[in-house]
């Protein structure tokens, strides 16, 4: 039997505000252990928590780019859970009035993945075990985090990592959260099920924790879903658990203990008040939200005549997007300009990260002044080409590599006289020409082409020929 | 109903431990308590749409960073500590 | 005239310089504290260095403050930045808190003279001081009776004259019953009214901090000066205008109104005095409406369950790692933690905390927190309702006088029902002040209750002030202490 994996994300992303969620400390990352700290996030007695603005504002943005509802009223909850990395024994978080509900995020194959809510919440601290001792570094505790929760729309592998891969990228452009997956700015739980293809109702799931690369994710639900199916086939059940991903071994493993007793006994927090959304700040912070990649990338399609493939490596960094809508301005062809940027620049910013922050020696006005020289016919494409690697080489302007003797193709005479040339000496291009083969001229054009160092313009070099030979 | 079950559970939530020659008297008392607390059962509620007792909404902070404590003081009264950080040692 | 009109008297006429009185004040305390225990740490370096100041800028000519130079004391939940504060809880022994709680730092600003930290039932939680870890603390009037609680403390300190003002706070009842208890004022304000920040929490929807005096104008005094708003609480609002203006308002025309509920199952001296004290605003020319209030029969398993909810919450942090008693011997973090909790907390505590993680769990949260969160909806509306119709309510404030020692541990659930004339403000969020209204056959003393609408604070205490000075009888001092 052939079984259909299914599967929901938790989603974490700590927001790029300058101060914590609830008090004043720093959100930066690094520092020495316990230095971006006060009594507030270490949670000491008599402390009393005061929600950051900043941070309802990301939430609204990041609802907003996945289509979500903005919720009018929002709450803030306890989840009271008793954990050494947890300062207060409770998370503040939303469960009973989330900030934002529903919205999607669609996929390249038109499936929309629908989202249950996103809400605000505080992050943990850092434990470091070492020799059975356990280290705790409040740092990272109650810097702020929103969690995107998906339905269980998900269906394959593909999709999983696309989802991520979208949510990331959406993320990063409306500049809430860098998303570093890797620095653990980006975590997801996957809530996983199998059940026979065709059928309707899901299976019992599991759900991994704390995934921190999409490589993993891959890994992770693939192991779970061989051994889901595994144990189907073989005539066991799946209990519903929460698992951790061994990246050493490639496996899952159960997280429960004895220790662990799951209530958690969330209510309202009394120490914080009610969120009444202002309709008319969600307005305001829509205006200005940027474009969002899936519309500039349909944009750079519809619009712009860049073939799909291209469209999406153009808009999956802001910066690049940003980049190549800079350097388009009043060119002839984006297209010449999209070529340049993937053909070329692209070597020079190898890996994703150097793509992400594409910090390149020439600017988009640069490459925009060379794209204008070539539309204008004043260089030829080879020409351009090869000036463009001159200035990503020294950063210097096209203008310091095009000499006055490289521009402006042929006067009038000289044209005419290396035509008659052209036409003089291939008598037999000539009869062919004449005798129907129309490619004939190609040759003749070339002289011309060949004798002008390339400076010549094709299409008039093949209109004067053809006025010669009559 | 109060059951023991109920108060191992509990008394692990609550991260208490209850000696087991002391789980039947807190049983019995918690089920007091519980009946006591089930008085309100017999109210007819009418939901007044009762939010919270301040009856504020939208406190908040501006995004302002205010300068943290030193790590000395953060760890002042922490019982035990090592190289900057809060620890519990492994005694076993 | 009150005790902090008196103080700062004769501080600026030079009678008593201010570290003469402060140190008065720190003789009686190493006198008396022993038979009291109202202190549970005595900051008199502290004390002195501030007495110094002030007496500095009186030499130097410089105007003082009503508070400045004044001798009080805090209860032991309330943060002070490099002093002890414990909760009275073996949990918290040797905590030093790195930061003021903000009620505090105003008074600290004002150069108020902290004489130390005084006894609180553990974590506040209880009616007679005795769940305190540093044992209980006596009644001024007889030390074989319990201050009451859980500011006990303060309000032994306060009756014994080993402080002229004392804040304490109050989640159920905790300033006004044991201020009843030993005969003196205790002010219960609206919720928002004083910051609560640094105030080491039991039920943040419930506690508010408020003075325990020696009379009405010192009350209001005390809470004119802590209730400002803090954008550090969340939840402040802050108190705009004062009180003491208005104390000496004529109250004539002014609807009392006795709710017959709070009347039921208190004993008859109570009783008596409450009646007593009907007839004399009648005399002031008030007008006294009798009305009923039948949400106030929940009150009590409503007030337990979401103090014992939100306290189950509040108390998780107590985990041996950031501050406080961490146990000696473990197995790991889980064993460390449960360990130190167990050994850390006292059998009240536990209880509560155990009640309220019952009361929040799968299963249970709807028929408990969330049912009794709508009755709370129901109570306030019934107090509203009933501010249409009168301006203050007058109650008692505890069904009975001071117990004797080691009365009250016996049953939690007849111990809880001593708070059943407290509670309903809390649960409503009002002001509620507790005044003495006479004693009984055995000369223990009766206190009475004056309840406001909303941030109707100035109109209690006009009430109140308007009581004392007509039945100035039953504010009667103690022979403990200093005399000023």
Redesign the interface.
Known sequence: MKYELVAGFETHIELATKTKIFCGCTTEFGGEPNTHCC?VC??????????NREVVRYAIRAGLAVHGKIADVAKMD?K?Y?Y?DL????QISQLYAPLIIGGYVELSNGRKIRLHHIHIEEDAGKLIHQHGD?Y?DYNRGGVPLIEIVSEPDIRSIDEAKEYVEKLQQVMRYIGISDCKMQEGSMRCDVNISVRPEGSEKFGTRTEIKNMNSITNIAKAMEYEYERQTDLIESGGKVIQETLRYDDATGTTSSMRSK?DAH?Y???RD????TINVDPQEVEEIKANLPELPADKCRRYIDELLIPEKDAQLLTKYRKISEYFDEACEGVKSAKTVSNFIIGQIFRRTETEADKEIFDVAVSPAQLNELVKLLDSGKIRNNLAKSTLEKMLDSGKGAMEFISESDMGGLDENAMTELCKQAVESNPKAVADYKGGKEKAIKSLVGFVMKNSRGKADAAAAEEKIKEIIG | M?TRE??E???L?????VPEEELDG?TK??Q???D??????N?Q??????D???G?SN?FREDEVIES?SSE??L?????QAENH?L?R??? | MGSISKIHELLTTKQISCTELTKSYLNEIEKSNGELNAYVNVTGEQALATAEKVDKKIAGGEEIGMLEGVPMTLKD???TKGVE?T?CSKI?T??????N?SVWDTLNNQNAVMLGKTNMDEFAMGSSCETSYFGGAANPFNINHVAGGSSGGGASAVGANLAAFALGSDTGGSIRQPASFCGIVGLKPT??AVS??????Y????DQIGPITKSVEDASLVFDAISKYD?????S?GYSGNTYSTLNNDIKGMKIGIAREYLEGIRDDVKESILKAAEIYKSLGAEIVYFDLPAL??A???Y??IAC??A??NL??Y????????TE??????D????T??EG?GEEV??R???G??????GY?D???K????????I??AFNDAFEKVDVILAPTVPMTAFEKGHAVTD??ET?LTDICTVPVNIA?LPGVSVPCGFNAKGMPIGMQLIGKSFGEAQILNAAYKYQQAANENFKDTDWGVKL
């Open positions: 009594p270490i949670g000491l007695p008599g402390t009393l928590p005061k929600l306890r009271n008793c050494p300062a207060k024994a409770y356990t705790v220790e209530d006994r969330y209510f009394p120490d914080l008040v | 109060v109920d108060v559970n509990i008394a939530l609550s991260k208490l431990f807190l008392s918690m007091e308590i519980i006591f607390a089930d008085t309100i059962n109210a509620v009418t939901d007044e749409g009762f919270s007792i301040s504020l406190v404590y003081e953060i002042s009264n922490a019982p035990e809060f519990v492994n005694r076993e | 939940n309330i943060s504060t909760c918290l040797g905590y030093k808190p790195i930061y709680a919720y928002g609560r920040y640094g105030l080491i929490a039920a943040s929807s419930l954008d550090k609480d969340s939840t609002k029969k929940f009590l398993p409503v337990y369950i909810a939100e189950s919450s998780g942090r985990d041996g790692i950031r501050f406080g008693y961490k011997h473990y197995n790991g973090t889980h460390m933690i449960c360990r909790r167990s907390f536990k209880r905390i155990l009640l993680t019952y009361v929040l769990s799968a949260y028929a408990y927190y049912k009794a969160q709508n009755l709370r909806g129901t306030v509306k939690p659930i809880y969020g």
